[in-house]
């Protein structure tokens, strides 16, 4: 059962607009989430993250939002630029229980940014 | 942010063989993991290596096929043993200082078993 979902697999957004990437995930326990970038043929790089005491947290173009209720974040990027395209992965951690430090993470959602 | 550098970046394997896939980083840190990921699937987590301990372990993943070695706090290994085609993923490792802090990732191990 996955934990961590994204349920878009695709995005098409054009330049200068605004990209929302959605997750939304199932453990209660978790209360650290992190998005990362991935471009073809390298490791994924860290964007942002998030804790659950937050329910907002910006970094220049990019923002993540947390709603703790409905078990839900999104990664706002605005404005959208054609080198944002690439492979968004949602990941979430906790601090106690079975799995500390452990990152899980969602299948991704592939971001094109058109010019 | 720690570099990380991981090789090979990529390897074509006969089945029935194993390889170590090495993990090196600029800095001393505490965490370390592996991770998979499986065409068209997310990231899986293989296993966490903390130097001075034995490997954890996660569910579906057993030390036999996929033994580590974290012999300090800058290195790893993982080892894919006994290959099968269903073991042909892109392997990752990652950093953390610690629990609730951003991980950081080498380029992976992309692994055809043929």
């Known amino acids: 059962d996955q934990q961590v979902k994204q349920n878009s697999p695709s995005l098409s957004v054009q330049e200068g607009r605004i990209s929302i990437l959605n997750c939304d995930y199932t453990n209660s326990m978790f209360d650290y989430f992190l998005w990362y970038k991935k471009y073809p043929a390298e490791g994924p790089t860290f964007l942002i993250s998030?804790?659950?005491?937050?329910d907002k947290n910006e970094d220049g173009r990019f923002t993540v939002f947390l709603n703790k209720s409905a078990k839900h974040l999104s990664l706002h990027i605005v404005p959208s630029q054609p080198g944002d395209s690439a492979v968004y992965f949602c990941?979430?951690?906790?601090?106690?229980?079975?799995?500390?430090?452990?990152?899980?993470f969602g299948k991704g959602t592939k971001l094109s940014v058109k010019p | 942010s720690a570099v990380i550098s991981q090789k090979p970046s990529r390897d074509i394997c006969q089945r029935g063989t194993s390889l170590t896939i090495q993990c090196q980083v600029d800095?001393?840190?505490?965490?370390m993991f592996w991770y998979r990921q499986q065409p068209g699937q997310s990231l899986t987590l293989i296993a966490t290596a903390n130097q001075g301990s034995e490997a954890t372990y996660e569910s579906g993943f057993v030390i036999d096929k996929f033994p580590i070695s974290r012999p300090n706090l800058t290195f790893s290994t993982l080892t894919v043993s006994n290959m099968s085609p269903e073991d042909s993923s892109i392997y990752l490792c990652?950093?953390?200082?610690?629990?609730?802090?951003?991980?950081?990732f080498g380029q992976g191990t992309r692994l055809t078993v043929v």
């Open positions: 800095s001393q840190v505490t965490m």
């Open positions: 998030i804790s659950s005491i937050k």
């Open positions: 990941a979430a951690s906790a601090a106690y229980g079975g799995s500390q430090g452990n990152l899980i």
């Open positions: 990652s950093v953390a200082e610690g629990t609730n802090t951003e991980a950081f």
